[in-house]
């Protein structure tokens, strides 16, 4: 089992809908949750971190699952520059972080 | 703004070739990582290293190893590169706050 799946896609989206991805983290001991974007051809940056109490950052909502080792990214009012590939990432102990391959998503007119 | 440079953005080498990636940070951070990327597999982590002259294996080193004789800068060896080795390399810095890590535009490796 991988330590950390995503749903490859893509997600083919109207513009204005409402999204959402889920992943799944197979340690329980990890410590801390992101969600980072990755543009094609350009390296990830981070998009926001998951709190236990859900965080939300404008048009972006994150909640964990911590009993059910899940995470979710909640896309609404969806643009076309939202169109990236999404990457759900786990930290352990220590620094090191496990990346999952990523969910596509496609905005589309 | 944090900034992690990479030497190259693309980069051709032939099988058997030693091919040194440079990343530098300038950010003072300790953590320093490599990473490649492929399709369907993801972010692998190759080697990563939290201070000058540590260094840790990560999920995939066979074949790398890595050099960091200055806190800023982090280097990727391929000792005889293989077509196998063939990929994206990412190089990424992570500082205390262990919040962000901050990623290069990454190198395109062909190797022939």
């Known amino acids: 089992r991988k330590e950390v799946e995503q749903d490859p896609g893509p997600f083919n989206v109207p513009e204005g809908a409402t999204v959402a991805f889920n992943c799944t983290y197979s340690?329980?001991?990890?410590?801390?949750f992101f969600w980072y974007r990755q543009d094609c051809r350009k390296e990830p940056k981070l998009l926001m971190s998951?709190?236990?109490s859900g965080n939300e950052d404008g048009r972006f909502t994150a909640q964990l699952n911590r009993a059910s080792q899940y995470i979710s990214l909640l896309i609404r009012d969806s643009k076309l520059s939202d169109s990236a590939t999404y990457l759900c990432?786990?930290?352990?102990?220590?620094?090191?972080?496990?990346f999952g391959t990523g969910t596509q998503l496609k905005v589309e007119l | 703004d944090v900034k992690v440079t990479q030497s190259s953005r693309y980069l051709v080498k032939r099988t058997g070739e030693k091919v040194f990636l440079e990343c530098v940070q300038d950010?003072?951070?300790?953590?320093m990582f490599w990473y490649r990327q492929d399709p369907g597999l993801g972010l692998r982590l190759i080697y990563f290293?939290?201070?000058?002259?540590?260094?840790e294996k990560g999920d995939i080193p066979e074949g790398y190893s890595v050099s960091r004789e200055k806190k800023e800068r982090f280097s990727l060896i391929l000792e005889s590169a293989s077509t196998n080795q063939t990929s994206m390399y990412l190089c990424?810095?992570?500082?205390?706050?262990?919040?962000?890590?901050?990623f290069g535009p990454g190198t395109r490796l062909t190797v022939l």
């Open positions: 998951v709190y236990s």
């Open positions: 950010m003072d951070h300790e953590n």
């Open positions: 290293s939290y201070d000058v002259k540590m260094k």
């Open positions: 990432v786990v930290r352990g102990g220590g620094n090191k972080l496990t």
């Open positions: 340690n329980s001991a990890s410590q801390s």
């Open positions: 990424a810095s992570l500082g205390l706050a262990r919040d962000t890590q901050y």
